[in-house]
Structures are given as structure tokens and as C-alpha cells.
């Protein structure tokens, strides 16, 4: 112990603080699946992986594409010719194509209802570090932003951690669908002020993780009124965008700052390709303000995450391929609808009901009439007999902050047809 004790006096407080969330049951599950994975013929009895918000179901589609176009790649014959010039130092601002084809892809996906600037993309990497610029940009420790419940569980490792900024959850629950209300947010904000909080802007997450709903256009203006009469940021993370399969569709924010009137210098899109293309590993991040300044100070600070000048140099070529685009979107999105078809229909087989959703790679399943009793403790003891016996890696509600017991996120977009899986979840 005493070895332990100084070695944690020799490091950083940011290093050995608990902020990172590791004890959170959401990457227990994770933990227990990398102990025991599944496997259908080599470990059956194994851990089966559904806590994981990755996209795989049209991986075939990408691979196809890489096949077809080899100059892309700058690690084929017919690609090398570029190998040079991408691979010296290049400009913090990104590859100007790069940052074309991701402006004219996020417009794609907005039905083209609105167009993006690529003189305002920001890289991160990942929606991670693209989540953490903006914190940076936006708050100084000890400030907040708040956050409607149930949300993301890793939003306190990359929102907080290294920033040291607090999150304050607004309280949704299920009497109107997990819907966000003003008097909620008014009820968040006013808690804050009386603890002498420092608020700084709302952050929300649209389609929601964990809910797999969208945000209409309605409440969007609500919130967007709501951050323009405190005088705080409103940070929208919309990295499932393109991953609505049902209707209503997807409604950005940039489309309803067009239809009011606003202080714009509060608006921010945080952004990525790791859910709406299925590449978390390329490790691509976006933060695309409306503010000058936070443009200016977010290029300065993402040359501590930029993205690889390769991975940018291949997706500048894949995002530009109209015809490919068109065609993947499409088929994405009904491969979404699908899946998530089979696996609701299933759960109700069982008596197993979901939040009605239409959008995600998850669905928000209610396991409330399951609990010996309605607490949380009685939520994480049903937990541990789904991961333990069951064999399944579910994440329970609590670990979303949500306000009421009994609900679960579970994944299934994250094995193929032929049942592959992976066991890391970084945005």
C-alpha cells in the first residue's frame, strides 16, 4: 500500500482521479464480455455483446467501395503516387477536401435543407475528443453545462474528466415518453444557481443516446429560446444523424437557427463518422460552430487530436462519391429498420416491451415489471443475472443517470449477419 500511495504523490491529480467512470456497470458489461466473449462455435457459453453503439450492417457496402477505388488508399499500387505529398506535415485545419466532402456529407444527411462551411469544421478525434475541445473552448473548471437524463454514460469521462467541468442532469422520465420540457431545464438551472454553479450551456444529444428519438422541431426552438434567454451555449451532438430509419426524420439544429431569431455565437454541432458510417476506429470528430472565436481557439487545440492526413485523404474521396453516398445512406437506413424490426418483434414475443424509438443502433427496453422492487439496487441485482446467467451484456439505466429504475440500453447493430462483434465503444 505504501508503494501504491506514493506513486499516486508522484502523478498528476488529473491522472489519478476517478473521473474516467471505469467503475460504472456501463464498462463492467464491457469487462465482463472481454473476460468471456462469445463466440458460436468456439465459446458458445460465452458473454454476447449488446452494449456496444456500433454500426456494422453495412460494412460490405464500405468494403466494396475501397475495392473499386484503390486511389484512395495511399497503401495501394494505383494510390502510392500520393503517398508523399499526404504524408508530410500537414495543416492543422485538415485537408481542404476533406473538409469539403465532410460539409457537403453532414448537408447529405440534413436532406440539404441546409449547407456547412468547411471553413468552420474543427477536428477532434472521435466525437470523444471533438466533445472535450468544445468543453475546453466554452468552460472554465468548476463551470457547468446541463444535461437531460438518461444520457450517454461516458459524457462525464470526455465532458468532465480533464476539463473538470460538472454536468447537471435534467431529470426526464417516462410520464411523457423521456421527452425534455422547459420546466425542467428551468428546474436544473435554478438548482445549479442556488449551489452556486457557474451554468455555461446545455448539451443534448439528437437523435438521443440512449433513446434512439429525435428531437422535432418544436423542441429544438424551445431549447434553442431557452440557452438564448439564460445567454449560454447549446452544444448538439448529432453524431446519429443519418441513423434514423423511421419516421419522423431528423431535424438539425443549423436548420431551426434559419427559422428564428438567435445569438448563433451560442450554437455548436458536435459531430463524427464513428455511428452514421460505422468507423469509430478512424477516430473522426467534428466540432462545426457558429461562433468566430470558438472556431478560431478549437483549430488551435485540435492539434492534439487531428485525424490521420491517410484517413482523411480516403474519406475525402468516399464522401465525395454522390452516387455511393446516395446509395449507402439508403441502404443503411433500411438496415436499421430491419434489425431493429426483428429484435423488437422479438422482445415482444417475450413480453419485453422498448420505448417507442426511431433511431440509434440501440433500443431503450423496459424491465421495470421484472424488478423485485423499484429501486436501483433491484435494477443492478437484475443486471448481474443478465450478464452473469443470461450471457448477455445489456447496460442498465442507472448508469445513464436516469431518474427511474428499471430500463436498459441494449445494441444491435453491432454484429453483422454473420454474427462478428467488437468490444470497444469510443465515439
Not at 92 to 110: D, I, N, S, T
Request: proline share 4%; hydrophobic share 40%.
Amino acid at each position: 500500500m505504501g508503494f501504491v500511495s506514493e506513486k499516486n504523490q508522484i502523478l498528476s491529480k488529473i491522472a489519478t482521479n476517478d473521473g474516467h467512470g471505469e467503475d460504472s456497470p456501463y464498462f463492467d458489461g464491457w469487462k465482463a464480455y472481454d473476460r468471456n466473449p462469445f463466440h458460436p462455435t468456439q465459446n458458445p457459453q460465452g458473454v454476447i455483446q449488446m452494449g456496444l453503439a456500433e454500426n456494422q450492417l453495412s460494412f460490405d457496402l464500405i468494403e466494396e467501395w475501397i475495392r473499386n477505388n484503390p486511389k484512395a488508399s495511399l497503401c495501394t499500387p494505383e494510390g502510392a503516387n500520393a503517398f508523399r505529398d499526404i504524408a508530410i506535415f500537414q495543416d492543422y485545419h485538415g485537408l481542404p477536401e476533406f473538409r469539403k466532402a465532410v460539409a457537403k456529407f453532414m448537408g447529405r444527411v440534413r436532406g440539404n435543407r441546409v449547407q456547412f462551411d468547411p471553413d468552420r469544421i474543427v477536428m477532434g478525434g472521435g466525437a470523444t475528443g471533438a466533445n472535450e475541445l468544445i468543453m475546453f473552448c466554452l468552460a472554465d473548471p468548476g463551470d457547468a453545462f446541463l444535461v437531460p437524463s438518461p444520457y450517454y454514460p461516458a459524457f462525464d469521462r470526455d465532458l468532465g474528466w480533464r476539463t473538470g467541468i460538472q454536468l447537471v442532469p435534467v431529470n426526464c422520465d417516462i410520464s411523457n415518453n423521456f421527452q425534455i420540457t422547459r420546466a425542467a431545464l428551468e428546474e436544473a438551472y435554478q438548482k445549479a444557481q442556488d449551489g452556486n454553479i457557474n451554468v455555461k450551456g446545455l448539451i443534448v444529444t439528437n437523435p438521443s443516446n440512449p433513446l434512439g428519438t429525435t428531437l422535432d422541431r418544436e423542441a429544438l426552438k424551445s431549447l434553442v429560446s431557452f440557452i438564448n434567454e439564460k445567454s449560454i451555449h447549446l452544444v448538439c451532438d448529432e453524431i446519429y444523424a443519418a441513423t434514423v430509419f423511421s419516421s419522423p426524420g431528423f431535424v438539425s439544429v443549423s436548420e431551426v437557427i434559419q427559422e428564428m431569431e438567435c445569438n448563433r455565437d451560442l450554437i455548436h454541432i458536435v459531430y463524427s463518422l464513428s455511428k452514421d458510417m460505422g468507423l469509430p476506429g478512424f477516430r473522426v470528430g467534428i466540432v462545426y460552430s457558429y461562433n468566430d472565436a470558438v472556431v478560431n481557439c478549437g483549430r488551435k487545440m485540435s492539434s492534439f487530436g487531428l485525424v490521420s492526413s491517410q484517413t482523411q485523404y480516403l474519406l475525402a474521396a468516399m464522401l465525395s462519391d454522390d452516387k455511393f453516398m446516395e446509395i449507402y445512406l439508403s441502404e443503411s437506413s433500411k438496415r436499421l429498420a430491419k434489425r431493429h424490426n426483428i429484435f423488437t418483434k422479438g422482445l415482444e414475443q417475450v413480453g419485453i416491451s422498448c420505448l417507442t424509438s426511431n433511431a440509434g443502433l440501440f433500443c431503450w427496453m423496459d424491465l421495470r415489471k421484472l424488478l423485485q422492487e423499484q429501486t436501483f439496487e433491484a435494477e443492478m441485482l437484475l443486471w448481474r443475472v443478465i450478464i452473469n446467467d443470461v450471457k448477455l451484456n445489456v447496460s442498465p439505466g442507472s448508469s445513464f443517470h436516469c431518474c427511474e429504475p428499471g430500463w436498459y440500453r441494449v445494441c444491435f447493430a453491432n454484429m453483422d449477419d454473420g454474427h462478428g462483434t467488437c468490444c470497444t465503444e469510443k465515439n
